[in-house]
């Protein structure tokens, strides 16, 4: 994990993967603070995989908020205590969540993409296309 996301924000890798189901296997970077992060700044962060037994995986993308339940316990933002309880509601004007890439778009991973808001498509960058390298390092 990676990027250029203020360490002040709190960001952390959410790899708790208890809830996730047989057939997927979510990789997530939260932000545990996130009033820290500057409005109208493109931030960028990443998570790098090992390879696993497929050549390749459908993937998707979106972003939620989460209640910072780590306060509660007296721990910093991590995976193992944000969004524990479900009965908090997002502010007014907010509905908590937002998909930016639908699995039924059949974009696949290895691959490297880059997603804003208003983009109607996310960019790819996978070996071979859009001058990524050919050479994929794990």
């Not at 500057?38 to 962060?45: E, I």
């Not at 790098?48 to 007296?74: F, H, I, Q, T």
């Not at 808001?117 to 001058?131: H, L």
Request: glycine share 10%; aromatic share 8%.
């Amino acid at each position: 994990m990676g990027g250029d996301v203020p360490e002040s924000s709190a960001p952390y890798a959410d790899y708790n993967i208890a809830s996730d189901g047989c057939d997927e296997n979510g990789v997530e970077i939260g932000i545990g603070f996130p009033r820290q992060l500057a409005q109208d700044t493109l931030y960028l962060a990443f998570a790098e995989l090992y390879p696993g037994n497929e050549s390749s995986s459908r993937m998707a993308a979106s972003v939620s908020m989460k209640s910072n339940d780590c306060n509660n316990l007296g721990l910093s933002p991590q995976t193992d205590c944000m969004g524990l309880n479900t009965d908090r509601d997002p502010p007014v004007g907010f509905d908590g969540s937002a998909l930016l890439v639908n699995s039924s778009r059949n974009r696949t991973v290895p691959a490297r993409f880059l997603m804003g808001e208003e983009f109607t498509n996310p960019i790819r960058y996978a070996p071979g296309v859009s001058g990524c390298p050919t050479v994929v390092y794990y």
